[in-house]
């Protein structure tokens, strides 16, 4: 049986939490597959608050290391989907 994690996550203050949240994605690279982030974006603003996707791979272990890192930074917050499959 193959597991997929996505981690969905909130950082408030893109700004100041930017840089530390890097850091901890460089640091677990070998298990985020997908990563997809997006901010608001217009002539006026450009907001502080951004959204991260990550799709994982590789061992659980290191996706709880990732996610108890991450939740370490203090200005995001961090929701999971977890699915079971078959590796075809």
């Known amino acids: ?5 996505i981690l969905g996550i909130l950082v408030f203050d ?3 939490e930017a840089g530390k949240t890097q850091e901890v994605l460089s640091k677990y690279a070998e298990v985020i597959r997908t990563r997809l982030g997006f901010h608001e974006l217009s002539d006026n603003v ?6 991260i996707l990550l799709v994982l791979h590789g061992k659980p272990e290191q996706w709880q290391a990732l996610r108890e890192e991450l939740a370490l930074i203090g200005g995001v917050e ?4 977890k ?4 590796n075809y």
Request: aromatic residues 4%; glycine residues 4%.
């Open 1 to 5: 049986m193959q597991q997929t994690m």
């Open 14 to 16: 893109r700004i100041k």
């Open 46 to 51: 450009c907001s502080r608050v951004g959204t």
């Open 78 to 81: 961090i929701k999971e989907m």
């Open 83 to 86: 699915f079971d499959h078959m």
